[in-house]
Structure formats: C-alpha cells, structure tokens
C-alpha cells in the first residue's frame, strides 16, 4: 500500500488568496510529480521533482510553483488563486529503482 | 514521446472476463507498458506492467503482442469494484523522470 499524503483533500477558497497544497510521502521516494487533472479529462504533469532541490517544469504550462527542500514533502503553491486553477491536483512519487508511480487521492480545488 | 490509443469505453457484465485494448503502434523497443487505473474521486493506482512477455498478477493479466504495437489489460472477473478509468501509458526504462503521458483511458462500466 502506497504511503503519499495529500491535505487537504478538498479546498474551496476565494479569488486573490495564496494557497499551498501539500504532499508527503513517506517511501523515501527521490522522484515527485504534481498533475492537473479537469473533471473527465486526462492528467497533465505540472511539476516533477528528481530529489532535493530539484524542480521542473512540466509539460502543462501552470502558474503555481513547488519546492523541494525535503526528501518526503513536496509542496504546490498558488501565490494568487483564480477561478482557472479550478481543478484536481494529484500528487505522486517513485524511486529511482522503478518507474510505478504511487499516487496520493488528490486535493479537489474550487476557486469561487 | 510514443502515445497510446484506448477505447473511450466499455461495459461489462459482473462476474465476467473484460479484455481492455491498447494500441501503441509507435512504442520503441525499450518502453515499458504500464496500466493505472482510476477509481471515481481518487488518485491512479498501478495495475500492472510489462516490457514483452506476458505479465501476471493478483489484480490482473497483460498480453502483448508479439509486434508490441497493442497490449490488453485482462480483468479475469470483473466486479462493480472495477469500476473505474483504466489508462494504458509507455515509459522509457531509463528516462531519468519517468515522465507519464496520460491519454483520457477507458472508462468501464461493470453491470450488476
């Protein structure tokens, strides 16, 4: 069973506020990843880290932005959230010995 | 990166084997193929994965065409608990990410 957490599960925030998602895993995983995920639509990659200080951008341009300064945490913040960013984000994790990616349930965002 | 080709859906019977078709006509010959599948409100889970021969496991089989150009996920007796969106993805075994592109999967549907 897959240790990742993800808090909160479900955020309904108004526009402007700063918001930050959070994900832990406690695997010991180095690699990261934060998706997008629309209702019914497919998952896109916005930001994958490769271990301690190490963040990229994914293949979905987004405006929020992640940080890496420990191995199990890997946070997503939103500095000005808006009705766009309505989404779910889910976090994941894999080591560097095998590419199956565990993933946490999800945070649903709702930007009003 | 090589993308996949899934059915957008499919119904089964309770109790009933279901054979979930991918195609992958531009899979190099070191991409594994891996299925998730996503159950309503939560994070993709792994399945299974395989590279060419034939894969087995509690949860499921996978057959691969000898070509690899498809792949079927095997759910020997479904049940409503399978109920879910089932991606088939391809990943490069050393890509150093293990960067996933999901397609939008199949949606199954599993009759009482």
């Known amino acids: 069973e897959a240790d990742i957490y993800q808090t909160p599960r479900y955020l309904v925030i108004g526009t402007g506020k700063k918001i930050t998602l959070e994900c832990s895993q406690t695997?010991?995983?180095?690699?990261m990843y934060w998706y997008q995920q629309d209702p019914g639509m497919e998952l896109h990659l916005i930001h994958y880290?490769?271990?301690?200080?190490?963040?990229e951008k994914g293949d979905l341009s987004s405006e929020s932005t992640v940080s890496r300064i420990r191995t199990e945490h890997f946070p997503l913040t939103l500095e000005s959230a808006r009705p766009s960013h309505t989404s779910q984000y889910l976090c994941?994790?894999?080591?560097?010995?095998?590419?199956?990616?565990?993933f946490g349930p999800g945070t649903r965002l709702t930007v009003l | 990166d090589a993308k996949t080709t899934q059915p957008n859906s499919m119904e089964s019977n309770e109790e009933e084997p279901v054979h979930l078709p991918c195609n992958h006509s531009?899979?190099?010959?070191?991409?594994?193929i891996h299925w998730y599948r996503q159950l309503p409100s939560q994070g993709p889970e792994y399945v299974i994965h395989?590279?060419?021969s034939n894969v087995n496991n509690r949860m499921a089989s996978l057959a691969i065409a000898e070509d690899r150009k498809s792949s079927t996920l095997i759910l020997h007796r479904a049940t409503l608990r399978d109920a879910a969106v089932y991606y088939c993805?391809?990943?490069?075994?050393?890509?150093?990410?293990?960067?996933?592109?999901f397609g939008t999967g199949t949606r199954l549907k599993v009759l009482a």
């Open positions: 695997m010991g995983h180095d690699k």
């Open positions: 531009t899979i190099s010959g070191t991409d594994y």
């Open positions: 993805i391809l990943s490069p075994p050393t890509s150093g990410t293990y960067k996933y592109i």
């Open positions: 880290s490769y271990g301690v200080n190490s963040t």
């Open positions: 395989g590279l060419t």
């Open positions: 994941a994790s894999n080591s560097g010995r095998s590419d199956t990616q565990y």
